[in-house]
């Protein structure tokens, strides 16, 4: 069964102060690995789309990278807005059709 | 000009009562979603339609009926509602020839009393 596990549950960020988000995963075919934000009250919205091991993508003070086993997202000298919950998710096809399976997400807070 | 829109945005009811919510996405995107977010920030997969056809219905109670009149809208039906169905359900969409993954609504909280 595809397992998503995302570390840390919340991280607290001096604005400036650079880290990383960690999700694990198990999947039998990765079809492809998400990242999303949600702010409160709001619906997920997307950040990046990585399909292969070695992959990089870049948005703004964003980064994800994918090995085999797990994706970061790295925050490059983050600010109070960049405070969300993101969210990893994997897909695998299956049956036709796709379907996401969402980890529990890390709550971010960056303070002034 | 919004996406995937969803109505209500707050639902409150009692026990035992049936409710609708609406969902509807001008992306031209051919699948819809249903996910379930619980008091744990956790979202599931409830249902997925393509083209009007029900493709994905992951173990969710009978009370739960999802509808497509057309690809564009997918409206969730509770019967008898619990509980535990409080929740915030969000609608999403996807176009299956350009995988870049779904586009949500902004949810619907479900509050029953």
């Known amino acids: 069964e595809d397992q998503v596990t995302q570390s840390p549950e919340a991280l607290r960020l001096q604005e400036g102060e650079s880290s990383s988000l960690n999700c694990s995963y198990t999947?039998?075919?990765?079809?492809?690995l998400f990242w999303y934000r949600q702010d409160p009250g709001k619906g997920p919205e997307f950040l990046f789309t990585l399909y292969s091991a070695g992959e990089e993508k870049e948005k703004e003070r964003l980064k994800a990278t994918l090995t085999k086993k797990e994706s970061f997202l790295h925050i490059t000298a983050p600010k109070p807005e960049d405070s969300a919950t993101y969210l990893c998710?994997?897909?695998?096809?299956?049956?036709?059709?796709?379907?996401?399976?969402f980890g529990k997400g890390t709550k971010l807070t960056v303070n002034p | 000009d919004t996406a995937v829109s969803q109505t209500p945005k707050y639902l409150v009811t009692q026990m035992g009562n049936d409710k609708s919510i609406k969902c509807e996405q001008n992306?031209?995107?051919?699948?819809m979603y249903w996910y379930k977010q619980d008091s744990k920030k956790f979202l599931k997969i409830m249902f997925s339609y393509n083209n009007k056809e029900l493709i994905i219905n992951e173990t969710v109670p009978n009370r739960f009926s999802p509808k497509s009149p057309d690809k564009a809208h997918l409206n969730l039906h509770i019967n008898s509602l619990e509980l535990g169905d409080s929740a915030v359900y969000f609608c999403a969409s996807s176009q299956d020839d350009r995988w870049e993954g779904y586009t949500f609504g902004s949810g619907t909280r479900l509050t029953v009393v």
């Open positions: 998710a994997l897909a695998h096809t299956g049956g036709g059709s796709e379907k996401l399976v």
């Open positions: 999947v039998s075919g990765l079809r492809g």
């Open positions: 992306l031209g995107h051919d699948t």
